[in-house]
T-cell receptor, first 112, second 114 residues
Framework: KAGVTQTPRYLIKTRGQQVTLSCSPI?????VSWYQQTPGQGLQFLFE???????NKGNFPGRFSGRQFSNSRSEMNVSTLELGDSALYLC???????????FGPGTRLTVT | AQSVSQHNHHVILSEAASLELGCNYS??????LFWYVQYPGQHLQLLLK??????LVKGIKGFEAEFIKSKFSFNLRKPSVQWSDTAEYFC????????????FGTGTRLKVLA
């Protein structure tokens, strides 16, 4: 089975712009979670989707949003980018029968 | 609120030394516990997991972890490390009652000297 894929892998944006990141889960996985990884904070949970519904979210401002499509692919959007949004954004998918997560390679976002 | 603490941020060992990485969590209910590893330039990979049953769980590459409920701990161990174990290790917790929210520790960077 192909693993979790994320596009793009690298992105450079300017403050104030918005960005959309994409994630395709492992085939058959319907749960997709997003994380922000930074050197100082580690992995911070953003939100989790299952069957197009957001089931939980972390403590991030409303500028961070996401959605999931009927084919389980997910996107996250960050509006009005700030320098502090520079990070590695990770997507993970989970199988129906277990809570373990399988991670993608991440999208490295740099905000200048 | 749930939290996960990894006490060792950086660990340096020589090959063949024994490894123990600490992980403590704060949550009063039933939990699922995980250790993930991130090798240089690679994705996060699941090393091992605990859901229920035997508190001593074995994972890939000779790693094991022991869940001690009374101490809220899930420490990772390996009797003899190899240079290839150089990586960053993350402990994670998920409430088994289905909050679908995962809390990760800040990670431990392990460097194994050949």
């Amino acid at each position: 089975k192909a693993g979790v894929t994320q596009t793009p892998r690298y992105l450079i944006k300017t403050r104030g712009q918005q960005v959309t990141l994409s994630c395709s889960p492992i085939s058959g996985h319907r749960s997709v979670s997003w994380y922000q990884q930074t050197p100082g904070q580690g992995l911070q949970f953003l939100f989790e989707y299952f069957s197009e519904t957001q089931r939980n979210k972390g403590n991030f401002p409303g500028r961070f949003s996401g959605r999931q499509f009927s084919n389980s692919r997910s996107e996250m959007n960050v509006s009005t980018l700030e320098l502090g949004d520079s990070a590695l954004y990770l997507c993970a998918s989970s199988p129906l029968r277990g809570p373990e997560q399988y991670f993608g390679p991440g999208t490295r976002l740099t905000v200048t | 609120a749930q939290s996960v603490s990894q006490h060792n941020h950086h660990v340096i060992l020589s090959e063949a030394a024994s490894l123990e990485l600490g992980c403590n969590y704060s949550y009063g209910g039933t939990v699922n516990l995980f250790w993930y590893v991130q090798y240089p330039g690679q994705h996060l990979q699941l090393l091992l997991k605990y859901f229920s049953g035997d508190p001593l769980v074995k994972g890939i590459k000779g790693f094991e972890a022991e869940f001690i409920k009374s101490k809220f701990s899930f420490n990772l161990r390996k009797p003899s490390v190899q240079w290839s174990d150089t990586a960053e290790y993350f402990c994670a917790v998920n409430a088994a009652a289905g909050t679908y929210k995962y809390i990760f520790g800040t990670g431990t960077r392990l460097k194994v000297l050949a």
